[in-house]
C-alpha cells in the first residue's frame, strides 16, 4: 500500500434516503404482521396523511398499493423464491426482513420495475428500516433472484403438478395448500377450472355498485359516472361496474346511501330470495344476520316495492349501527334490532322470507382481503360450524310454513354450505330435523351460466366475476 493510499480517508458515511413509496408500504406490511390489521383498513390512512403531507401523488399512492397488494397475494410464491436463496429456513429469517425481501421479489419478478432500481430501492429500504448489516444480506439475496423470471423460478421452486398437484398449485398460484384442496373439492373438475379460480383470487375486483331500488336507478348512476367510467352490471338488473380506479364514495347516491358499493354475488343472493315463489301472504322479510347492512339495503328496496316490510336482526351492537345507516331513507317499513339469531326475540314461523347470510370462513372473497388466506386457518371452520347450524334452524323455525328461507355464505366450503344444510334437514348431531324443500335457486338468477345441478346456487370468481357466494334455498312444507 502507498503513503497515499494509506492517507485517503475512510469512505464518508452516506445517510440512507428514505423513499416515501417504499417506506409507507413496509409500514402497512408491519401492520398487517404485526397487529393482524387488515391491509385495506391499514392502507387508507396512511395514505391519506401522506398525500396531506404533499409527500405523494395519485401514481404514488398507485405504487404504493400495488405494492402492498401484491407482496401480500403472492407471498407464497415469494416465500418460496426467498427459501431457495436463503441458506437458512426462512423461520429464522426475522418477519421485518422477509417483508423487505418479498417487497423487493414483488417488484423484480411481479412489476415492470427495472431490475437495478427495484434491487437499489430494497436495499435502500433495507437501510433505513433494518440497518447496514441486513441490507447487505437483503442486497445479496435479491441478486440472486435476479437470475430468473418469475416462471423459471417457479418452475424450480414448485414441484410438477404430476408429482404433487396441491403443492404445484399452492406455490404457483399463492394459496395454502388446504385452501387449494378445499376449492378444489367444492369446485369438482379438473386443472382449467382450478388454476383459474386461483388465478382469479390474484386479481383486484373491480368495484361493483348496487342502485337501491325506490332510492336510485342504474341509469342514474350510469349518467353520474359518465360513459367510458362505468358499464351496467352482468347479472345483476340493480347492479353497475365501475372502471378502473374509480372513486365511488365521490358519487353524490354513495354519499346519501341511495346506491351502495356491493359484489354482484351478493346482489343476486338478495334478489333470488326476494323472487322466490312463496304461497299465500308476502308481508313479513326477516334478514336474521343483517350487519353490515348490504344486502338488507337491497331487501328492504325489494320488500318496499311489494308492501312488504323488513326487519334487519345483528348480534353485534356497532354492526346494526351500520344496518341502520343503510337502510336509512328506505321507502318502506323496516326495523332494525340487535339481537342473537340464535336466541331469537320473534316468534315462530312469523315469517314470509328469511334471509340467513351466516358468518363463515370468507373463502369466497379471497380476492377482496390479501391477507386473509394466510391467516385462516382450517380449524376455524369448527368454530363457524356450530353457529352456522343455529342460525340456519331458526331460520326454518322463523318462517311460516309455505315461506322461504335463503342459507347463504360468502365461501365455497362444502363443510360450511351443502353440508350445513343437509345436517340440519336431517336433524344430525341429536338435533330437531325440518320437512322442508328445496327450491331451485338457478332459476331465480335468469341469465346467469354454469349454475351446476342445482337445486343450490355456488357462484365462482373465475366464471361469474363475482365472490364465490353460496346460496340454498329452501320452503318450509310442514
Ligand atoms: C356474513 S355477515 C352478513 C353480511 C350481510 N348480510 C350483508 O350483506 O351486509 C354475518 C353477520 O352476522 C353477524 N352475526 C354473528 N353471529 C350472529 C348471531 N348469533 N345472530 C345474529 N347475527 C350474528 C355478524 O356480526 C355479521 O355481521
Not at 53 to 69: I, N, W
Not at 106 to 114: E, F, K, N, S, V
Not at 354 to 363: A, E, T
Amino acid at each position: 500500500m502507498t503513503d497515499q493510499q494509506r492517507r485517503r480517508p475512510a469512505k464518508p458515511h452516506r445517510r440512507p434516503q428514505k423513499d416515501p413509496v417504499r417506506f409507507l408500504a413496509f409500514e402497512a406490511l408491519r401492520a398487517v404482521d404485526e397487529r393482524d390489521a387488515y391491509a385495506n383498513l391499514v392502507l387508507p390512512p396512511l395514505l391519506k396523511k401522506a398525500r396531506a403531507k404533499g409527500d405523494f401523488d395519485g401514481r404514488d399512492a398507485a405504487l404504493a398499493t400495488e405494492l402492498v397488494y401484491g407482496t401480500l397475494r403472492r407471498q407464497g410464491t415469494y416465500d418460496a423464491i426467498v427459501a431457495a436463496c436463503v441458506d437458512r429456513p426462512l423461520s429464522e429469517v426475522d418477519p421485518p426482513v422477509l417483508d423487505v425481501l418479498n417487497m423487493g421479489v414483488h417488484q423484480l419478478l411481479g412489476t415492470r420495475i427495472p431490475t437495478h432500481a427495484a434491487v437499489s430501492a430494497s436495499v435502500e429500504l433495507a437501510r433505513v428500516v433494518l440497518g447496514e448489516g441486513r441490507a447487505k444480506f437483503v442486497n445479496a439475496v435479491l441478486r440472486k433472484v435476479t437470475a430468473h423470471d418469475l416462471d423459471t423460478w417457479v418452475a424450480q421452486v414448485a414441484p410438477s403438478y404430476e408429482k404433487d398437484a396441491e403443492d404445484h398449485l399452492s406455490i404457483v398460484h399463492s394459496h395454502p395448500r388446504w385452501i387449494v384442496s378445499a376449492l378444489w373439492d367444492a369446485l369438482g373438475g379438473g386443472r382449467a377450472g382450478i388454476e383459474d379460480l386461483l388465478e382469479a383470487d390474484n386479481e383486484r375486483p373491480e368495484v361493483t355498485l348496487v342502485a337501491r331500488p325506490g332510492r336510485s336507478t342504474t341509469g342514474e348512476l350510469l349518467a353520474a359516472l359518465g360513459e367510458d367510467n362505468g358499464l351496467p352490471g352482468r347479472w345483476s338488473p340493480y347492479a353497475v361496474r365501475m372502471a378502473e380506479g374509480g372513486e365511488p364514495g365521490a358519487l353524490t347516491a354513495v354519499q346519501d346511501g341511495s346506491a351502495g358499493v356491493q359484489d354482484e354475488g351478493s346482489q343476486l343472493v338478495a334478489v333470488a330470495l326476494a323472487n322466490a315463489p312463496v304461497e299465500g301472504r308476502d308481508t313479513r322479510w326477516l334478514d336474521g344476520c343483517a350487519g353490515p347492512g348490504g344486502k338488507a339495503a337491497l331487501l328492504a328496496g325489494l320488500a318496499a316495492g311489494r308492501g312488504a316490510a323488513l326487519l334487519a336482526a345483528e348480534k353485534q351492537p356497532h354492526r346494526a349501527r351500520l344496518v341502520e345507516r343503510s337502510l336509512a331513507g328506505n321507502p318502506g317499513p323496516y326495523q332494525v334490532i340487535t339481537a342473537d339469531g340464535t336466541r331469537p326475540p320473534w316468534r315462530p314461523g312469523s315469517f314470509d322470507r328469511v334471509l340467513m347470510d351466516v358468518p363463515c370462513s370468507g373463502l369466497g372473497a379471497l380476492r377482496r382481503r390479501p391477507e386473509a388466506r394466510w391467516r385462516r386457518r382450517a380449524k376455524d371452520l369448527e368454530s363457524f360450524a356450530p353457529l352456522q347450524r343455529g342460525l340456519l334452524r331458526e331460520a326454518l323455525k322463523a318462517v311460516r310454513i309455505g315461506g322461504v328461507v335463503g342459507y347463504a355464505t360468502c365461501s365455497p366450503h362444502l363443510a360450511e354450505t351443502r353440508v350445513v344444510v343437509d345436517d340440519v334437514l336431517k336433524g344430525r348431531g341429536g338435533q330437531q330435523s325440518f320437512e322442508a324443500k328445496w327450491v331451485d335457486a338457478r332459476p331465480l338468477m335468469p341469465g346467469v351460466p354454469a349454475l351446476g345441478e342445482g337445486p343450490d346456487v355456488q357462484l365462482w370468481p373465475h366464471l361469474h366475476g363475482t365472490d364465490a357466494m353460496y346460496l340454498a334455498l329452501l320452503r318450509r312444507t310442514a
